[in-house]
């Protein structure tokens, strides 16, 4: 049985709650243990699995959050940087599924973290097991 730590980006309260059923119906559905760490926002979503990974505590992470396009230049910093972070984790061998939705408007948003419709949190749970089983292949 596999620990894994959901890191919310926690700003839009009923798309999280979406992204985070999803991931927690696919990890509890495949008989591991789940927890959920609150952050301020996407930035500190890489800050979060860094720490926590140097914990040994967790064996995978799933990054949950929602970065909607506004007016300024602001959306692709967020959606650029923690993207980016989170890549250099899992370069760094940490097993790592990325659900934080980076999209246009609320409407996009509310179809992809739908655990009925597009299930991004669910996705991001199935690609952190899938690493999961990667990295012990090869870690002894």
Not at 27 to 41: D, F, Q, R, S
Not at 51 to 72: K, N
Not at 123 to 130: G, H, I, P, V
């Amino acid at each position: 049985m596999a620990k894994i730590l959901i890191v919310e980006a926690r700003f839009y309260d009923h798309l999280n709650d979406q992204l985070i059923a999803g991931a927690r119906a696919v990890i509890e559905g495949a008989g591991h243990e789940v927890e959920v760490l609150t952050v301020p926002g996407a930035l500190e979503v890489p800050g979060a699995i860094a720490l926590a990974a140097e914990s040994g505590d967790y064996d995978g992470f799933v990054a949950i959050g929602v970065v909607i396009r506004g007016e300024t230049y602001h959306f692709e910093i967020v959606a650029g940087e923690s993207a980016r972070a989170i890549m250099a984790l899992t370069m760094d061998g940490i097993a790592i599924g990325n659900g934080i939705l980076t999209v246009e408007n609320e409407q996009q948003a509310i179809v992809r973290a739908d655990p009925a419709q597009k299930d991004k949190g669910g996705e991001a749970a199935r690609a952190a097991l899938a690493m999961i089983d990667i990295a012990g292949r090869f870690t002894r």
